[in-house]
């Protein structure tokens, strides 16, 4: 049976009241007042409740947390010919049967920004050693589809240097 406090004497609290009342409100301030006699209490910025953790460098850095996931909310728009789009269509078609699951062209190119973001180093590393390029006008299909050939080509060297993805 718990002890009874007589009426002069102050209770046992382990924890003071204000600063539990601070850290669930989130109080900016940098004192909290004592509930029970006024008197000013450490704020909670003011103490270390952990002491940092210093690697030793033969040790393997800490885990990463999980990134943030941002709501996808930006188009980018593509232009394809006809015959094009049915070849893209029956590739992701194909893709799907394969994996035994619903593909969208959407999946397949968020699949391959993965790739381009993993490669970028290697990417720019080989653009910065291949020939310079001039990007021609929309309006001359046959130089355009040669512009984006060589890309394809600078990118595609790239890719085979590239460590694979963890």
Do not use: W
Request: aromatic fraction near 2%.
């Amino acid at each position: 049976m718990a002890k009874r406090v007589s009426g002069n004497e102050k209770p046992y609290r382990p924890v003071d009241e204000a600063l539990v009342r601070s850290v669930l409100r989130g109080s900016d301030s940098e004192e909290t007042t004592s509930v029970s006699d006024n008197t000013a209490a450490p704020s909670v910025r003011d103490s270390t409740l952990v002491e940092p953790i210093t690697l030793d460098p033969q040790q393997s850095p800490p885990i990463q947390p999980a990134p943030v996931i941002e709501k996808l909310s930006r188009e980018k728009r593509v232009l394809l010919t006809k015959s094009e789009e049915r070849e893209i269509e029956r590739f992701v078609s194909r893709l799907a049967e394969e994996l035994e699951t619903p593909l969208k062209l959407s999946h397949v190119l968020r699949s391959c920004m993965t790739i381009l973001r993993h490669a970028q180093k290697e990417i720019i590393a080989q653009a910065s050693h291949s020939e310079k390029l001039e990007r021609p006008p929309n309006g001359d299909p046959v130089a355009l589809a040669e512009f984006e050939y060589k890309l394809a080509q600078i990118i595609s060297d790239a890719l085979s240097k590239t460590p694979p993805l963890d």
